[in-house]
């Protein structure tokens, strides 16, 4: 289960998991979209379905669980990667804006957690991967509302990890850096040039992003749980550089 995948990040992420022999579900808000994706991935030879979804509504989040149950049987991975973002400062933003965003991506991701949980994961095992921000440590200016709820969700991936550990669910999270062709670096991008910036060179692609979700679905990672790992080419430890010795500068 992909939450947004009809799109972007998410729709990487599908494809990755659906090339590795997973059936996918894809759960987002638009019809039309999710309709279009799974058209593609079942033309690549993925078996794949699609239910309408706001993760901001529990009865709608339970449906898309009872959906893939009756559909495929089972639930294995769960990718909490619907979200909104856009940038305001704090002086702009107005009170339902922080609360839309705490809505969709924090309390969207309790919601799918819970609901996938209990109605599927306890049972069987399995994954829960949160798509959050490289957030914890900073400041980001234009970014209260996201910075606060991305953190929430770190702190959830923490939590879940530890209560759902003893039933074999690993919950981890990835925070994705400067990600080309999507709707967040539309929204908040600040620019080719700057985004490459980062120590690897260049801007990230939803694929980067869904080979982090492999790892962490496969064998290869049996023994991490709990943890945020930035998939950012390197940017979050770059952040802060001092000046090279020697210079003026
Ligand atoms: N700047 C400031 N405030 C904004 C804003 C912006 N660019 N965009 C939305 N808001 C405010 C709205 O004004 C509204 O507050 P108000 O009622 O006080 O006016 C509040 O946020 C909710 O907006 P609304 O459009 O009603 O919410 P929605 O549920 O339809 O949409 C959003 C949710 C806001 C996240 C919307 O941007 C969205 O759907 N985004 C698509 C997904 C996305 O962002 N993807 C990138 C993820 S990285």
């Not at 990755?16 to 690549?44: M, P, T, Y």
Request: overall charge negative; aromatic content about 6%.
């Amino acid at each position: 289960m992909v939450t947004g995948g009809g799109t972007g990040i998410g729709r990487g992420i599908a494809e990755a998991l659906g090339e590795h022999g997973a059936r996918i579900c894809i759960a987002a808000r638009r019809a039309d979209v999710l309709a279009a994706a799974v058209e593609e991935l079942e033309a690549a030879g993925i078996q794949a379905m699609w239910v309408p979804c706001d993760v901001r509504e529990p009865a709608q989040v339970e449906a898309v669980i009872e959906a893939i149950l009756e559909r495929w049987g089972r639930l294995d991975i769960v990718v909490n990667n619907a979200a909104g973002n856009f940038a305001a400062p704090i002086e702009g933003l107005s009170y339902n804006g922080f609360k839309a965003i705490v809505d969709i991506d924090l309390r969207g991701t309790y919601h799918v957690t819970k609901a996938a949980f209990e109605g599927a994961l306890k049972q069987s095992g399995g994954h829960i991967i949160n798509i959050t921000a490289p957030f914890e440590r900073m400041g980001v200016a234009f970014q209260a509302h996201v910075a606060a709820a991305k953190t929430g969700v770190d702190s959830l991936t923490r939590t879940c990890a530890v209560e759902f550990g003893p039933h074999g669910v690993r919950v981890n999270a990835l925070a994705p850096g400067a990600i080309g062709g999507t709707e967040g670096m539309d929204r908040i991008g600040s620019g080719d040039e700057r985004d490459a910036r980062c120590p690897i060179g260049y801007v990230g692609a939803p694929r980067d992003i869904a080979n982090a979700v492999l790892f962490l679905c496969s064998s290869a990672a049996a023994y991490i749980s709990g943890q945020v790992i930035c998939v950012d080419g390197g940017a979050a430890v770059g952040m802060m550089q001092i000046a090279p010795p020697g210079s003026d500068a």
